[in-house]
């Protein structure tokens, strides 16, 4: 593996020069994500990891789950803004305007700036994803607007995409991987 960082810090590890397992952790990722997206190229150097992130992450492909684009979207801008991680928060500020945000409340959520929505799902995935990113507590009229507009599966999957972003996140942001990186072609 070379030293020289290829993605942001990191030095990605080329299929040719993967262990065994690194390459059934990439074969893990192809399969169930159709492609080494951002964190997965960093995340393939731990293939225990791997092996579990890529199925959990492409739970969160569309028409997988019960969220709309736009309520995905709303959720994600607000973690991936909320850890100031280049790669993501353009990525996702660019989708969001493409699933029909309005760009005034994309920009108004990357910039911290309160905004709202119309629609009373997006408005509960805005503030569900506002509460918990900023560690507030959840009050009982958000919880019930929530269970009312989007019952417990939807809460489920608007909470660990979150977790999920925050990873995704963390992970682009620690290895300083900027907006609009391409990495090594694979």
């Not at 593996?1 to 990191?10: I, L």
């Not at 190229?41 to 791997?50: E, T």
Request: charged share 25%; hydrophobic share 40%; proline share 5%.
């Amino acid at each position: 593996m070379s030293d020289t960082p290829t993605f942001g810090r990191y030095a990605e590890i080329p299929v040719d020069k993967m262990t065994p397992e690194q390459k059934e952790g990439y074969e893990s990722m192809l399969e169930s994500r159709g492609g080494l997206p951002g964190p997965g190229k960093i995340w393939i150097h731990n293939p225990k990891l791997a092996k579990v992130v890529g199925p959990f992450g492409g739970h969160f492909h569309a028409g997988k789950y019960s969220l709309t684009e736009r309520e995905r979207e709303i959720a994600v801008c607000v973690v991936t803004s909320k850890f100031r991680s280049d790669y993501p928060t353009w990525a996702h500020e660019r989708r969001g305007k493409q699933v029909g945000l309005d760009p005034m409340k994309v920009d108004a959520i990357l910039a911290g700036i309160h905004t709202s929505f119309d629609d009373t799902r997006e408005q509960v995935v805005y503030e569900m994803a506002i509460a918990l990113t900023n560690g507030r507590w959840v009050g009982q009229g958000l919880f019930d607007r929530a269970v009312a507009a989007l019952d417990h599966v939807g809460i489920t999957d608007v909470i660990t995409l979150m977790g999920h972003y925050s990873s995704v996140a963390m992970t682009l942001a620690f290895y300083d991987v900027p907006a609009g990186a391409q990495g090594m072609a694979r």
